[in-house]
């Protein structure tokens, strides 16, 4: 159990929670990814998990092959999660119980806010393992920031909605860095386009800054943490007429 818990964005709710405050909906995945990834697409799905052939065409990518697609196959390279083949039909659950509602959810608030305001922001909120280069596979070359904010390279949003919250989270002290190692969930290609007036950024927090990995618990600094996330929404807010947030 607690390495199945390695895959969940613990307590990122929480720290954002302050969303609604200013004005924001917050949607929480009640959900881990390892057992479905909300932004994953589901053709991004590993063949080899399951017992019989898929109904359409499946297109897993990079993220599949390290185990970390739409359904995981490992928390890490030593621990495969199963000791079977799933079965078509339980995967299929997963996605109409878990990943459909969730990105319906998500769609509604989205076309809601561009229809009141003429244009969505949108932050997909997650927290990062310490061990992030190693989990990924990549060698770093650099240590791991305390924040990764994810624009898929500059595409999925407008570069004054990242510049606002890099700032806000620099002046707390914080390193952040942009597209390294996470350049944003397929999640992001669909909601943001800029070009629309809809823009979507991704925001990964390193995980020790607010619990204990090992156990999950949070540490003796969350409530700090909350507080500045916090104030960070709120420099957005004054400087975005409508935010849509999603953990």
Not at 227 to 235: A, E, F, I, K
Request: proline share 7%.
């Amino acid at each position: 159990m607690a390495l199945l818990r390695q895959g969940e964005d613990t307590d990122v709710d929480a720290l954002w929670c302050s969303a609604v405050d200013v004005g924001a909906t917050l949607i929480a995945a009640c959900f881990p990814r390892s057992y479905i990834g909300p932004n994953r697409a589901l053709s991004d799905l590993d063949p080899l998990l399951l017992d019989g052939p898929w109904p359409t065409a499946l297109a897993p990518g990079e993220k599949s092959r390290l185990g970390f697609g739409l359904v995981w196959s490992k928390v890490d390279a030593d621990h495969p999660i199963y000791d079977r083949r799933l079965s078509v039909a339980e995967v299929q659950q997963r996605i109409a119980s878990c990943w459909q509602p969730y990105r319906d959810a998500l769609a509604q608030e989205i076309e809601g806010a561009a229809q009141q305001f003429g244009a969505v922001w949108h932050l997909n909120l997650h927290s990062m393992p310490d061990n992030a280069y190693a989990r990924l596979g990549i060698k770093p070359h650099r240590p791991l920031a305390d924040f990764v904010l994810g624009d898929r390279d500059g595409t999925t949003c407008e570069p004054d909605f990242i510049d606002v919250v890099e700032r806000s989270l620099r002046s707390f002290g914080y390193s952040v860095a942009r597209n390294d190692p996470y350049r944003g969930t397929p999640l992001l290609l669909q909601t943001g386009q800029p070009a629309l007036g809809r823009h979507s950024l991704q925001i990964e927090i390193r995980r020790p800054l607010y619990m204990n990995e090992a156990t999950r618990e949070r540490n003796a600094l969350f409530h700090v943490l909350q507080w500045q996330m916090s104030h960070t929404l709120r420099n957005v807010a004054h400087n975005s007429p409508a935010i849509s947030c999603a953990d």
